[in-house]
């Protein structure tokens, strides 16, 4: 099993910043993509931004120019460091990650999200 622990998320003023972090543990053998997604309340969840194992990234365009992912491959660790936040990134954001196991078997897990609260 593979289990993702998400922390950072909080309650920011516009034009604030704030890193989340996500740690993953278990029988992970490797770890391909790492990625974060968000929901905003009545919104469908989106893909906010990833990062292969090789360090390329992509990201949403409404993020691109303020949020960086990163990861450190010894600790297993995906961030998204987030800054110039607007309202409108209010969301529980959710990490999200690929991994092979000891036993060879491809697992996508899902972190326990992290509310974002944006204020104006």
């Known amino acids: 099993q593979v289990h993702l622990v998400e922390s950072g998320g909080d309650l920011v003023q516009a034009g604030g910043s704030l890193r989340l972090s996500c740690a993953a543990s278990g029988s992970i053998l490797s770890i391909n993509t790492m990625g974060w997604y968000r929901q905003a309340p009545g919104k469908e969840r989106e893909l906010v931004a990833a990062?292969?194992?090789?360090?390329?990234?992509t990201y949403v365009a409404s993020v691109k120019g303020r949020f960086t992912i990163s990861r450190d491959n010894a600790k297993n660790t995906v961030y998204l460091q987030m800054n110039s936040l607007k309202p409108e990134d209010t969301a529980v954001y959710y990490c999200n990650v690929d991994a092979i196991t000891w036993t060879k078997r491809y697992l996508e897990v899902w972190g326990q999200g992290s509310l974002v609260t944006v204020s104006s």
């Open positions: 990062i292969t194992s090789g360090g390329t990234t």
